[in-house]
């Protein structure tokens, strides 16, 4: 059974976590294929959007499969911890905008995928936080970087610490979510603001993505040369004299990415 699943239709691919009888945990097999199949989607020529979400509707993730971890040596628990940060980190460096379709349970290593993406819509139901010290150990996938650059120190602290369990209406509120719907309308949610940044430049939102991203980590100064050489990057394109084209004649433009 293929631990992870890829669906590409409409320029959206859906990566599901299928490991619904675990909590969608994250073995070392699980890791290899999710890594085969962010690389696939990074270089993709169809793919816009990117969504993930776990099977079932019980767990988005718990992050690292214990019962996995409890029959590796050291050097094997070192190796998964490598592999978790390099598929986060490629997740986290996507060209194009990913969001975190949270249905359940989002502990841990699975809170710190969903932190590796863009934008995080959750379920009501839905459960999570940053639980390793309960654990004895910490955060070791993004989780103490990410998590305080996305909500500041002392929250960040706060919740890691803690380790503390969030309500959905919590995290939102804690500004770890974009936004929360009924667990029946997750995905459709997911689609609808997929449509939102589906109907714009792809190749604009790509270099807006990097510009952002790379910008947050400098000085205002080298961020405004980021932004400009990113927005040059759009002018030769196609897209962008449709855009213009589109608006003359009073019809939405129809881009294709180049």
Known sequence: MEQILLQISNHLAIVTINREASLN???????????QKVEEIRIHPDVRVVIFIGA?????????????????TDEQVKRNLFKINEVFNAIDQLPQPTIAAINGF?????????LACDFRLAAKEALMGLTETGLAIIPG??????????IGQAKALELILTARRMTADEALSAGVLTRVVERKNLLNECFAFSEQLLA????????????????????LHTGLQIERKAYEVTLPTEDRVEALQAFVEKRKPVFKGK
Do not use: C, H, W
């Open 106 to 114: 989002a502990f841990g290593g699975g809170m710190e995928l969903a």
């Open 141 to 150: 996938a993004g989780g103490t970087q990410r998590l305080p650059r996305l």
């Open 200 to 219: 714009n430049g792809p190749v604009a939102l790509q270099q807006a993505k990097f510009a952002i991203k790379n910008g947050m980590n400098t000085d």
């Open 56 to 72: 079932g509707e019980k767990s988005f993730s718990v992050g690292a499969d214990l019962k996995e971890r409890k029959t590796l």
């Open 25 to 35: 945990a994250f073995n070392y097999e699980t890791l290899i294929e999710l890594q």
